[in-house]
Structures are given as C-alpha cells and as structure tokens.
C-alpha cells in the first residue's frame, strides 16, 4: 500500500459534504421519541434569597408536563458540580448569586406552551448585598458568597498545596522557582502593572442545547458539549449512578471555542427529565449561553 501523502496537498474536510449539503444533524435538529421541551426561569437579580418559588398556575396551563424547582434535587447527597470547585447548584436552592441563574424550568410539550408557563411562575426574592469587585470581596466584613462547605468540595486536581478561604478567598496557592529578589535586585528595569480585562464570550452560531434520558438507573444525553468525558463523571456522581450507565453523545458541534467546554446545561436537563419522565430538549437563546 502506498502512503498518501498529506504535506503540501489539498485534503477534502471528512465532514464537508455533510456540512454544506445541510445533512449535518447538530443537537437542536434532534428529535426523541416522547421528547418534551424545556424553558428555564432565570434569576435577574445578581444575588437574593428565595423565599418562595409558586408554580401553581404554571402547572394548571395546558400541555405543561412537569416544573422543576430547588426542591426536586434535595434528595440528591451533592446538588451541586464544578470542574474545579463545586459551586454550581443544578437549579438554585436557597440563593441566587449570578443574573441568569436558573430558578426554575418548565417541561411542556411545545417550547411556547413552556415560555408562557415561566411568565406564570411566582418568586418571591429578598435582595441581598452584592459583592461586584475583587476590593470589595476582599473587604473586612464583606458578605460571603459561598459556604465554606462548598468551597472544601472542590477538586483541586494538580494544584499542588492550597489552603482554603477565609471569605470569599477561594483558596491560595503559590509556587517559588529560583531566587526572584535576586534577580529583580540586578535587574536594570523592573516593570509593574496592574491589568484588568472585561468578561468576554468566546460566540458560537450555535448555542447550548442539550436532550437528556433519565430512566432512574440510565442518563442518556446528546449535548453539544466540548468535554463529553468529564460531563459524564460529573452527571454519574451528581445522579449516583456508574459512569457506564451514562451516555453521552456529541453529534456536530455549532462552534465551541473554549464556551461549551465542561459541564454547562447537562446537570439540569437531566434533572428535568428525572422530574418528568420523559425525555426533554433545553435549547438556549443566545442570550441565555452568555449568561
């Protein structure tokens, strides 16, 4: 057999025909047998506490199928996931801490059935001081964001030593090589800065979507997710099931670019799906994956 030589030549993309051709399926073209679709109540306060969540007159809308709330994962041992720390509720419990958090999320059997139903959902909030700026998460007194628990959760893999807090000091790390005042000492310029950098969103044409399966011992969830292996550890310690009774299936990806790496929107369709059982479609608008 001859090699073919790949260097210097012009080599058709595998997936370009498809691709150009629209015969591409990504994860929101999908349909599953039974499928219903998901709309998530998102927070718009930047942090507050939950005093109530009334889903009553939602649930009385026609073709609504199920709500989730904080109180549908409290039977879980840990709620809450992180490729890091593990700070992220699957749907808010007790506080919201981010503009966008979910809240809720409503399963119905057509996506504007589900969009009417949020507009019906009840919450009563009770605004809580908000910590924007590092200088003012470091401030003596400052409120304290996350639990200590939470943060003593974490996965810490490869850090080498850290210590954990105090406040809303994640944790602290440091590492020394070579003898740094030395060398600033025969150094003919030292420079110091101070740079800061807004938030950015790496865009994608195509935004989060994800179906998920949940039949009390099997997760099945097609996600358009960079970091399928490591959604799936997370999923089976979250709903405490093996690792090989989850699946999870990437089909093209719209565009990632870092946005859809780790764990996203997976944790909380499956949770819909638990809820409902039935299988369920979130699809995000663009808005919503910035958020």
Known sequence: MTAKRVL???????????????????????????????????????HARIRKVNVVDAEKLPGVVAILTGKDIMDLKNYRYG???????????????FVGEPVAVVAARSPQ?????????????????????????????????????????????GLGKFEVGPGNVCYHHAFDRGDIGKIFAEAEIVVEGEYKFPAVYQYAMEPHTVIAEHDGENITVRS????????????????????????VVVPYLGGGFGSKSYTKMEPLTVAMARKAGRPVRIANRVDEAMA
């Open 224 to 247: 358009s997710c960079q970091h399928p292996f490591l959604v799936r550890a997370e999923l089976a310690d979250l709903f405490e099931v093996s690792a090989a009774n989850v699946r």
């Open 83 to 97: 490729h890091a720390i593990r700070d992220r509720p699957i749907v808010a419990v007790d506080r919201v801490r």
């Open 8 to 46: 210097g030549g012009n080599i058709a993309r595998v997936d370009g025909h498809s691709k150009v051709t629209g015969k591409a399926e990504f994860a929101g073209d999908l349909v599953v047998p039974g499928m219903l679709h998901g709309q998530v109540l998102r927070s718009d306060l930047p």
């Open 113 to 157: 059935i589900a969009y009417e139903a949020l507009k019906l959902i009840e919450v009563e909030y009770e605004e809580l001081s908000v910590v924007g700026t590092i200088e003012a998460s470091l401030a003596s007194g400052a409120y304290q964001i996350h639990d200590l628990d939470v943060l003593c959760s974490g996965l810490f893999h």
